[in-house]
Structures are given as structure tokens and as C-alpha cells.
């Protein structure tokens, strides 16, 4: 079964261009999130999206990081105009999430996540 | 708040020795959820484990075990026998029914073994 997809792998980009990453989740998995990993903060969630409605952009660092997910196959993410400061590896992931309805069930939305490769993201 | 604390930056070892992961969490939800994930110097994240603050058994998967202990706040991971192929970073990270889908990690352990 196929994992995670993100494109590109690897991005250069010169600083004020625009950069728009993709994902693909896992089929059938209705939660997708968009982490950035760096040195000095290491895993940190950006967004996430369920039945691809976003759910939380808190962690969005500003008003240039922009994520949509037209539809339950697809996510991307933008970043315009890029900064050096950007420069990351950035993950998508994907999860089989159960409805959060009851706290009864110990299956209470904790799913796994489960990560793409990676995007290695070089902002000059 | 959530938070996740794993000391060790860096343990090195020679092959066929075990390594021990220190992980302690610290959240006031009483429902929750641990993780790790291994990552390789190729860079993915692998998803090693999950288990719920209600299941405090042990659990060992070939040469991997977790401890787990609430009275401590602990989530161990024990490498038994270690092959070079177990050379990478490995993260400790929590989930809370309070901030479902958020995935806490910690600063991550590096683990470089030697032949």
C-alpha cells in the first residue's frame, strides 16, 4: 500500500518566491497534518485538516504559510513570499481518525499518524 | 499544558549492546496517548508504537520494549542487542483528549551505534 506521498522532495527556492508543497494521505484517511521540523524547534504541528475542513492553524507562523485540501486525496501547502527563515523540512501526515463525540471510548481520536517522506525546503 | 522531555541529546553504544530511552510527559488529561517514532538518517518519520495512559503493560516487539509507568510519567524505550541499523533519532510524543490531533513530541534522542 502506498505511504504518505509528498512532492517535491527537495525545493530550492531564492528568497520572495513563491513555494507550494504537495501532499497525498494515505487513501481512506480522512486526517491529514502539515509539521515543519528544524533545529532550534524541532516537530511542530502547522495545521490539520479533518474530512478536509482545517481544524487548527494555530500553529501557522504567519500570514504567509497558507494550506488548503480541496479534497480527501490532496493537501498543499504555500508559503509566499519564503524567507530564509523557512528553510526546513516540512511533513505531511496522515490519519484514520474516529469521531470525538464521546469520551467514553478509549478510542477517542488519538489515531496514529502516519508520515510522509518529507519535504527538504532551502530558502536562499 | 503538554510537554515531553526527553534528556538524552545523543547515546552512543557498540552493537549487540542494549540503549535505554528516556521519555517523561507531563499533562493533567487523564486520558492520553503515547508515541514513537523512529527517524533514520534518510529523514522519514516510522511510527514504532502507541499506547493509551489506560494500558500500563509492558509491551516488547522483537528486539524493541516499552516500559510504561503513570507513577512516573515514564515512557521508556529499550533497544536490546543493537545493530547498526538502529542508528537514528527517535522521538517520544504525546496526544491528550484535550488537544486531539496535535502530536507533542520530544526533542528527539540520537542513537549512533558502532560495529
Known amino acids: 500500500d502506498a505511504g504518505v506521498i509528498q512532492s517535491p522532495r527537495h525545493e530550492v527556492t531564492e528568497m520572495g518566491q513563491e513555494v507550494t508543497l504537495r501532499c497525498k494521505p494515505i487513501?481512506?484517511?480522512?486526517?491529514l497534518f502539515w509539521y515543519r521540523q528544524t533545529m532550534m524547534r524541532g516537530l511542530e504541528l502547522l495545521i490539520y485538516?479533518?474530512?478536509?475542513?482545517?481544524?487548527?492553524d494555530s500553529g501557522m507562523p504567519e500570514d504567509r504559510f497558507s494550506a488548503k485540501m480541496p479534497n480527501a486525496s490532496f493537501s498543499t501547502l504555500k508559503i509566499q513570499p519564503s524567507e530564509p527563515r523557512d528553510s526546513a523540512v516540512y511533513f505531511c501526515?496522515?490519519?484514520?481518525?474516529?469521531?470525538?463525540?464521546?469520551?467514553?471510548?478509549?478510542?477517542?481520536?488519538?489515531?496514529?499518524?502516519?508520515f510522509g517522506p518529507g519535504t527538504r525546503l532551502t530558502v536562499l | 499544558a503538554q510537554k515531553v522531555t526527553q534528556a538524552q541529546t545523543e547515546i552512543s553504544v557498540v552493537e549487540k549492546e542494549d540503549v535505554t530511552l528516556d521519555c517523561v510527559y507531563e499533562?493533567?488529561?487523564?486520558?492520553?496517548?503515547l508515541f514513537w517514532y523512529k527517524q533514520p538518517p534518510s529523514g522519514e518519520l516510522v511510527f514504532l508504537i502507541r499506547?493509551?495512559?489506560?494500558?500500563?503493560q509492558n509491551e516488547i516487539s522483537g528486539r524493541y520494549s516499552w516500559n510504561f509507568q503513570k507513577s512516573t510519567s515514564s515512557f521508556n524505550f529499550t533497544i536490546t542487542a543493537s545493530q547498526v541499523v538502529d542508528s537514528a533519532v527517535y522521538f517520544c510524543?504525546?496526544?491528550?483528549?484535550?488537544?486531539?490531533?496535535?502530536?507533542?513530541f520530544g526533542a528527539g534522542t540520537q542513537v549512533v551505534v558502532t560495529p
Open positions: 501526515a496522515s490519519s484514520l481518525s474516529r469521531p470525538v463525540a464521546s469520551s467514553e471510548s478509549l478510542g477517542f481520536g488519538a489515531d496514529t499518524q502516519y
Open positions: 487513501s481512506g484517511h480522512n486526517s
Open positions: 485538516f479533518n474530512n478536509n475542513v482545517p481544524i487548527d
Open positions: 499533562t493533567r488529561d487523564t486520558t492520553y496517548y
Open positions: 499506547r493509551n495512559s489506560f494500558d500500563e
Open positions: 510524543a504525546l496526544m491528550t483528549t484535550d488537544s486531539w490531533g496535535k502530536l507533542q
